[in-house]
T-cell receptor
Framework: GNSVTQMEGPVTLSEEAFLTINCTYT??????LFWYVQYPGEGLQLLLKATKADDKGSNKGFEATYRKETTSFHLEKGSVQVSDSAVYFCALSDTSASKIIFGSGTRLSIRP | EAGVTQFPSHSVIEKGQTVTLRCDPI?????LYWYRRVMGKEIKFLLH????????ESGMPNNRFLAERTGGTYSTLKVQPAELEDSGVYFC????????????FGSGTRLTVV
C-alpha cells in the first residue's frame, strides 16, 4: 500500500543553519506530494505541494522537489529561523485522491 | 473566509464515558475528513464524507467510533465508550475537490482519556 517515511526527529539546529528533512514514499500511480507544518498550539497548515514529477514546491523559503526516480520529496531551507520551530509532516494523496497519507512527523527546534 | 473550526479544543474524560467532537468545514466544501494522531505517531485517516455520505470509512478503528454529517454541513465524531488508547489529537479537514491539492485543516481536538 501507499506509505510515507520521513526522518525521525527531533532535529535541533542553530539559527541560519541549512535544513534538510528527508522524505521518501511508496505509491502506485502518480500521487501529489505535500509538506504540512504544525506550529506550537496551532493546526496543520499546508506548507507546499507538488503534483507531478520534477515539480518544485516552495513557500516561506522552504523548497521540495518531486523526484520520481528516487521516490523522494525532501524538504530544504537555506537559512532557518527560530520561528520555523514546528512539527513537519510529509504526505501524499493516494491515487483516488480520497485521502492523504502522512508520515510520522519531524519535530524541528531552532535555537537562537 | 472562516477556516475549519473544531470544538472543543481540549477534552479530558474518563474511560467508559462518551465524547462528541464537532467539526465545521469551510462553507461550500463538500469533502470533509477526519484524521487522528495518537502518541506522536503519524496522522492517520479515519473517514471521508462527500456531502452527507460516507465515501470512505476504512480508517475507523472500531464500532465505538461513529461519525455523522447531517445535511452535509458540520460533522460530529462520537466515541462511546472511550478507551485509554483513544487519546490523541483529532483533526478535521475540508476541501472543494478531494485531496490532490491538499486540504484545509482545523486546529484539532486534543482528547485525553484517563
Amino acid at each position: 500500500g501507499n506509505s510515507v517515511t520521513q526522518m525521525e526527529g527531533p532535529v535541533t539546529l542553530s539559527e541560519e543553519a541549512f535544513l534538510t528533512i528527508n522524505c521518501t514514499y511508496t505509491a502506485t500511480g502518480y500521487p501529489s506530494l505535500f509538506w504540512y507544518v504544525q506550529y506550537p498550539g496551532e493546526g496543520l497548515q499546508l506548507l507546499l505541494k507538488a503534483t507531478k514529477a520534477d515539480d518544485k514546491g516552495s513557500n516561506k523559503g522552504f523548497e521540495a522537489t518531486y523526484r520520481k526516480e528516487t521516490t523522494s520529496f525532501h524538504l530544504e531551507k537555506g537559512s532557518v529561523q527560530v520561528s520555523d520551530s514546528a512539527v513537519y509532516f510529509c504526505a501524499l494523496s493516494d491515487t483516488s485522491a480520497s485521502k492523504i497519507i502522512f508520515g510520522s512527523g519531524t519535530r524541528l527546534s531552532i535555537r537562537p | 473566509e472562516a477556516g475549519v473550526t473544531q470544538f472543543p479544543s481540549h477534552s479530558v474524560i474518563e474511560k467508559g464515558q462518551t465524547v462528541t467532537l464537532r467539526c465545521d468545514p469551510i462553507s461550500g466544501h463538500d469533502n470533509l475528513y477526519w484524521y487522528r494522531r495518537v502518541m506522536g505517531k503519524e496522522i492517520k485517516f479515519l473517514l471521508h464524507f462527500v456531502k452527507e455520505s460516507k465515501q470512505d470509512e476504512s480508517g475507523m478503528p472500531n464500532n465505538r467510533f461513529l461519525a455523522e454529517r447531517t445535511g452535509g454541513t458540520y460533522s460530529t465524531l462520537k466515541v462511546q465508550p472511550a478507551e485509554l488508547e483513544d487519546s490523541g489529537v483529532y483533526f478535521c479537514a475540508s476541501s472543494l475537490s478531494g485531496g490532490n491539492y491538499g486540504y484545509t485543516f482545523g486546529s484539532g481536538t486534543r482528547l485525553t482519556v484517563v
